[in-house]
């Protein structure tokens, strides 16, 4: 059974300050989701990284994907405010039935502080 | 373009009784999923369709639930009678069938479900 483990579970960091986000995952998967959820709000889809090495940015944002180690990092440079919220890693896996289903992390609360 | 759209927002119910929740997804999603958060736990997943067929099941907790996508549109997903731990947010999720070869699932904002 594929688990997916995410650190920190809570994190505080002051604005202008750099941290990453860890997602390690116990099977083998070539497809990982990194989401965005505001409170009371949609997940919104942050990042698709598709095969190993693979890197992806968009604006303060970047994630990385690396297959071999099982861990997809999402990294934030300069935090700002609007940068609060829960942020989820998924793990793709193609079951039994053909469909992709999403494991997902249990997600890191993130507050800016000014 | 819409987005998922899930209703209601909130529910309050008593042990025992019945509540369905409904799901409608992007216009033209072939793929709905059904999710489910308890509290401090992780998202996990209840069902997939497609269109109006149950693809995979595999994720729901017991014959309480019953989820159904009548025509292909929209999903409802009821639970009946209510129990203590049945309490959590559900998510719905919708994909078009690998477009671009990835198949990114759009999110529904979830029914938070408190029972009593």
């Known amino acids: 059974e594929l688990k997916v483990e995410q650190n920190p579970l809570f994190l505080s960091m002051q604005e202008g300050k750099n941290y990453t986000i860890y997602c390690n995952y116990s099977t083998t998967s070539d497809r990982l989701y990194w989401y965005r959820q505001d409170p009371g709000k949609s997940l919104e889809s942050l990042f698709v990284?598709?095969?190993?090495?693979a890197v992806k940015q968009e604006g303060r944002l970047m994630a990385s994907l690396d297959t071999k180690a099982r861990l997809s990092t999402l990294h934030i440079t300069a935090a700002v405010h609007d940068l609060s919220a829960t942020y989820f890693c998924a793990v793709a896996s193609i079951t039994n039935f053909g469909n992709e289903k999403l494991t997902f992390g249990t997600g890191t609360r993130l507050t800016i502080i000014p | 373009e819409a987005g998922v759209t899930q209703f209601p927002s909130h529910s309050v119910i008593e042990k025992g009784q019945t509540v369905t929740l409904r799901c409608d997804p992007i216009s033209g999603h072939d793929n709905l999923y059904w999710y489910r958060r308890v509290m401090g736990k992780e998202i996990k997943f209840l069902l997939h369709f497609v269109k109006e067929s149950k693809q995979d099941e595999s994720g729901m907790p017991n014959n309480r639930f019953l989820a159904e996508r009548t025509g292909g549109t929209y999903s409802t997903l009821k639970v009946q009678p209510a129990e203590l731990e049945d309490s959590g947010v559900y998510f719905c999720?919708?994909?078009?069938?690998?477009?671009?070869?990835?198949?990114?699932?759009?999110f529904g904002p979830g029914t938070r479900l408190t029972v009593l």
């Open positions: 999720a919708s994909s078009h069938p690998l477009r671009l070869g990835v198949d990114t699932q759009y």
């Open positions: 990284l598709l095969s190993n090495g």
